[in-house]
């Protein structure tokens, strides 16, 4: 039980910190502190949602991703649409190289993440990997003459 709790506290922690520094990063992004004014037509800060990121060796976060009201602010820390971290993307590419299926991979994910990757996900993550071994095979055609 105690493992639980800190696995927790380390979730709850991360997610705050991550959450602390897009902020940050919004206060940057604006030009200006909070409750601070300026002159003119000028962007300000518009609230937060809440969203779920995957990070390998914790496992979901919940972070408040922070917004403005012109909607030109995008964090550079968490990317848009992307609901895990690169690497865990490659390690999912990586066992499916590997021969595990899609499906075991979806299965498996729950227990070693603490969250469920879809068998579409895993496709996706993979999607990128067979693009960059067709991109490797092209300039090997190109520079060798032959595959």
């Given at each position: ?15 705050q ?5 897009m ?42 991703m ?25 390690d ?10 899609t ?45």
């Amino acid at each position: 039980n105690i493992f639980e709790m800190i696995r927790v506290e380390i979730k709850e922690s991360v997610g705050q910190y991550l959450t602390k520094l897009m902020d940050l990063e919004r206060t940057e992004f604006l030009g200006r502190q909070w409750y601070e004014h300026a002159q003119g037509d000028v962007n300000h800060r518009n609230g937060s949602y809440s969203r779920n990121f995957t990070l390998k060796g914790i496992g979901a976060v919940k972070v408040e991703m922070p917004r403005d009201r012109k909607g030109e602010y995008e964090t550079r820390i968490i990317p848009r649409s992307k609901q895990y971290e690169v690497e865990l993307r490659q390690d999912l590419s990586l066992m499916f190289l590997t021969g595990v299926s899609t499906r075991s991979l979806s299965m498996m994910s729950e227990r070693l993440i603490g969250r469920k990757v879809s068998p579409t996900e895993v496709s996706n993550a993979n999607k990128e990997l067979i693009e960059a071994v067709e991109k490797w095979r092209t300039h090997k055609v190109y520079f060798f003459g032959r595959c």
